[in-house]
């Protein structure tokens, strides 16, 4: 486990002694974090071309294309200034590819869990376990019921694009989960692989864990950084130790 360069002057130990003695609840990202997908940012660009194609729209350069996916409230606007009249009807047919695509490649095995998932199970004996995902609800499910992960969930918010307006990292979806898991932010970690989980989870006062994985680049420059860098789930163990 690594410390954030922020956190140089406390030391690991001490963290996890003051954070997990009062830690109730452990949060999650979905994709990347519990779920790889192969080149993520490159999947959800080839559906945003495919559905700019379909509406006639032409292509915004490619750094506009992938900064929409980090663009909390902004998602609606920057589309609309794009030139997309109905975003409802935009929305639900990039929804529709989506979902197809990815059943597609879970059924093909191209999109499946990271080896490290099985440790929800442990985690969940002795914490309240969430889902604070910004994919939508019927993909999310998609992915829960086919790898068999949604038993250990105590509570699961879908934002998806359809609420994207609330998206992480807007405070929205990470307070309705803690509300209703009765859990206090302070109380809480968030894990996720990116800004927007720990932008958002840090606004909202919760512990902040960036699960770094392989093929993934570092995340730089964030407003918050995370309180925890870690490159495994088994490392969240760490938690659950040090709070006996
Ligand atoms: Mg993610």
Redesign the pocket.
């Known amino acids: 486990m690594e410390i954030c360069q922020t956190y140089k002057k406390k030391e690991l130990p001490v963290i996890i002694m003051v954070h997990s003695k009062t830690v109730k609840a452990i949060l999650f990202?979905?994709?990347?974090?519990l779920v790889r997908l192969p080149r993520?940012w490159e999947f959800f660009d080839e559906l945003l071309i495919d559905t700019l194609n379909e509406f006639c729209i032409p292509l915004p350069q490619k750094d506009s294309r992938l900064a929409i996916w980090h663009s909390g409230g902004d998602f609606e606007h920057t589309l609309k200034g794009w030139g997309v009249s109905d975003y409802d009807e935009f929305i639900h047919r990039f929804d529709q590819l989506d979902l197809a695509r990815r059943a597609r490649m879970i059924e093909s095995g191209e999109i499946h869990l990271f080896d490290d998932v099985d440790v929800l199970g442990n985690l969940h004996k002795e914490f309240k376990l969430g889902l604070v995902?910004?994919t939508p609800p019927d993909i999310a499910l998609l992915e829960l019921d086919a790898f068999g992960i949604k038993e250990h969930f105590d509570e699961l918010v879908m934002l998806g694009t359809v609420e994207q307006h609330i998206a992480k990292p807007l405070p929205d979806g990470f307070l309705r989960c803690l509300n209703n898991l009765d859990v206090a932010p302070e109380q809480a970690v968030m894990v996720?692989?990116?800004s927007?989980?720990i932008i958002g989870g840090n606004r909202v006062g919760m512990i902040t864990v960036l699960i770094q994985r392989p093929d993934q680049p570092a995340l730089k420059n964030l407003e918050l950084p995370p309180d925890l860098i870690i490159t495994d789930l088994y490392e969240l163990n760490s938690f659950s130790r040090a709070s006996k």
């Open positions: 990202d979905l994709d990347g974090t993520i995902t910004n996720g692989d990116s927007s989980d």
